[in-house]
C-alpha cells in the first residue's frame, strides 16, 4: 500500500540540456550510435525471417540474443543501452502497426546507418557538478541552463543538427496546488495561441513568420554551395542555429502560458491534436505547418504534465465541430469557412469571435454541462510582448513552484 501511495505522489519529467563532449568523447558517442544501428539492423533481420517462416517472435526473445549476437565493437556498447536498442525497435515496429491499422499506407522499417540517441536506461550514468558520466564514454560537460530536479531514472544522449544534447528523465514530487474552484475551455490556434472560454486571448508571437524570410535565404544560399565544402557547413550551421533559436522563443512562451493555464484552473479541456486537422491556412508551407503542429503537440504536453504535477486535470475532447457549433443555441453551421474569423448564427443571431464560440464549445465537451447562456464584454487580449503574467500577477504567486 505504502509503495503505491509513494508512486501516486510522484509524476516523470524530462529535462533537456545542451552538452559538450570533447572531439575524443564525440567520437567514441559516434562509434556507439554506428554499432547500435548494426544490432538494430541485425535484430530487424531476425524478426523479418522469423516472420517470413511464420514463427511468432516477441521482444524478450530478441533481447534474448543480445548476448549471441555477433556485431563488431557490440563490446563498446553498455549494456543497457543495447537493450535500449531492441526497446526502440519493437516501437518502431509498433508504431507502424499502429498506422497499418488506421489505414495509412506504409512501407516496411528501413536498416538504419546510425542511431541517433544513446539511451542509458537505470544505470551506467552518474552527474557530478557540470558534468554527466557515462559508463564505457567518459565525462561530458552539460550547460544545465535551468536545474535539474528530481531523482534521475535514465539519460538519453542525442545527435541532432544543432550539436548534442541530454535528455535526463527524472521523476519528482508533485506538488499540488490548492483547488482554484474554476475550469476552462481553450481553443489552441495559428492567430490566438489560446481562447479561453473566460475571454482571455493570448497571442501567437508566430517566431518563425519573422525569420521566415532569413531562413529562405540562408536555404537559397545553401543550394548553391557543394555539399560538403566549408562554405556549405557555415551556411548549414546558420540555418540549424536560426531554427533552434525559434524553436527556443517558442518553448520558453509555451512554458510560460501553460504554467499561468495551470495556475488558475482546476480543469483544462484541450482539443485532441492526433485528431484535429491544424492546417487552418490552405496557403501555409510545409515547413509551417510542421512548425505549427510540433508548438500545439509541445503545448499539450508540457501543460499535461504540469498539471499532472499539480494535481489539475487536462482532458482532452473530440475537436469535430468546435468551430462550427453556435455556442449559445446549438445551431451547427457546416459552411463555416476558414477565413471566418467572426462566427455569425444563422439561427439565432449570435454574433462572436470563431476561436471564442470554439473554446466554450470545448469547455461543454470536456465539462459535459449544458451551457449557459453567455454574453460577454470584449475578450482580454495579451500580446506576446507583455506575457500572462503581466495581466494576472497576483495570483501567479500563489504557485508554490
Ligand atoms: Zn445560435
Known amino acids: 500500500m505504502w509503495?503505491?501511495?509513494?508512486?501516486?505522489?510522484?509524476?516523470?519529467?524530462?529535462?533537456?540540456?545542451?552538452?559538450?563532449?570533447?572531439?575524443?568523447?564525440?567520437?567514441?558517442?559516434?562509434?556507439?550510435?554506428?554499432?547500435?544501428?548494426k544490432v538494430y539492423n541485425a535484430l530487424l533481420d531476425v524478426i523479418n525471417n522469423a516472420r517470413k517462416e511464420g514463427k511468432k517472435i516477441t521482444p524478450k526473445d530478441t533481447q534474448n540474443m543480445l548476448k549471441e549476437l555477433k556485431i563488431e565493437g557490440k563490446e563498446l556498447v553498455y549494456s543497457k543501452a543495447l537493450q535500449m536498442v531492441n526497446n526502440q525497435l519493437w516501437s518502431n515496429i509498433?508504431?507502424?502497426?499502429?498506422?497499418?491499422?488506421?489505414?495509412?499506407?506504409?512501407?516496411?522499417?528501413?536498416?538504419?546507418?546510425?542511431?541517433?540517441?544513446?539511451?542509458y536506461n537505470q544505470s551506467g550514468f552518474k552527474v557530478e557538478g557540470d558534468k554527466l558520466i557515462l559508463?564505457?564514454?567518459?565525462?561530458?560537460?552539460?550547460?544545465?541552463?535551468r536545474p535539474l530536479e528530481g531523482e534521475i531514472k535514465g539519460v538519453i544522449i542525442k545527435k541532432s543538427s544543432t550539436g548534442w544534447y541530454a535528455i535526463f528523465q527524472v521523476e519528482v514530487?508533485?506538488?499540488?496546488?490548492?483547488?482554484?474552484?474554476?475550469?476552462?475551455?481553450?481553443?489552441?490556434?495559428?492567430?490566438?495561441?489560446?481562447?479561453?472560454?473566460?475571454?482571455?486571448?493570448?497571442?501567437?508571437?508566430?517566431?518563425?513568420?519573422?525569420?521566415?524570410?532569413?531562413?529562405?535565404?540562408?536555404?537559397?544560399s545553401l543550394s548553391r554551395k557543394k555539399k560538403g565544402s566549408r562554405n556549405y557547413e557555415k551556411v548549414r550551421k546558420k540555418l540549424a542555429k536560426l531554427h533552434e533559436h525559434v524553436k527556443n522563443l517558442m518553448s520558453d512562451y509555451i512554458h510560460k502560458v501553460t504554467s499561468w493555464l495551470v495556475e488558475e484552473y482546476d480543469e483544462i479541456y484541450v482539443e485532441d491534436l492526433d485528431v484535429k486537422d491544424i492546417v487552418e491556412d490552405s496557403e501555409s508551407k510545409v515547413l509551417r505547418k510542421h512548425i505549427l503542429h510540433s508548438d500545439f503537440s509541445k503545448f499539450v504536453s508540457y501543460l499535461s504534465y504540469k498539471a499532472e504535477r499539480a494535481g489539475r486535470r487536462v482532458v482532452k475532447v473530440d475537436p469535430r465541430n468546435t468551430s462550427k457549433t453556435c455556442a449559445r443555441c446549438g445551431y451547427v453551421k457546416k459552411d463555416l469557412a476558414l477565413a471566418d474569423r467572426v462566427f455569425v448564427c444563422p439561427e439565432c443571431g449570435w454574433t462572436v469571435d470563431r476561436d471564442y464560440n470554439a473554446s466554450l464549445n470545448i469547455l461543454r465537451a470536456g465539462s459535459g454541462l449544458p451551457l449557459e447562456p453567455v454574453d460577454r464584454g470584449p475578450l482580454l487580449y495579451i500580446p506576446f510582448s507583455e506575457g500572462v503574467y503581466s495581466k494576472f500577477l497576483g495570483r501567479s504567486r500563489k504557485s508554490p513552484s
Do not use: C, W
Open 3 to 37: 509503495r503505491a501511495k509513494e508512486k501516486n505522489d510522484k509524476t516523470q519529467l524530462s529535462f533537456k540540456y545542451k552538452i559538450y563532449p570533447t572531439r575524443e568523447v564525440e567520437e567514441k558517442l559516434i562509434k556507439v550510435m554506428q554499432i547500435e544501428a
Open 94 to 119: 509498433n508504431a507502424l502497426h499502429e498506422l497499418k491499422k488506421k489505414g495509412k499506407k506504409v512501407g516496411k522499417l528501413r536498416y538504419k546507418k546510425i542511431l541517433k540517441i544513446i539511451n
Open 135 to 145: 559508463s564505457k564514454i567518459g565525462e561530458i560537460k552539460v550547460l544545465f541552463h
Open 173 to 220: 514530487e508533485k506538488k499540488p496546488l490548492e483547488k482554484a474552484g474554476k475550469v476552462v475551455g481553450i481553443d489552441l490556434g495559428v492567430d490566438k495561441l489560446v481562447t479561453t472560454s473566460d475571454g482571455v486571448v493570448i497571442e501567437n508571437p508566430k517566431v518563425f513568420d519573422k525569420v521566415e524570410r532569413r531562413i529562405k535565404i540562408l536555404q537559397k
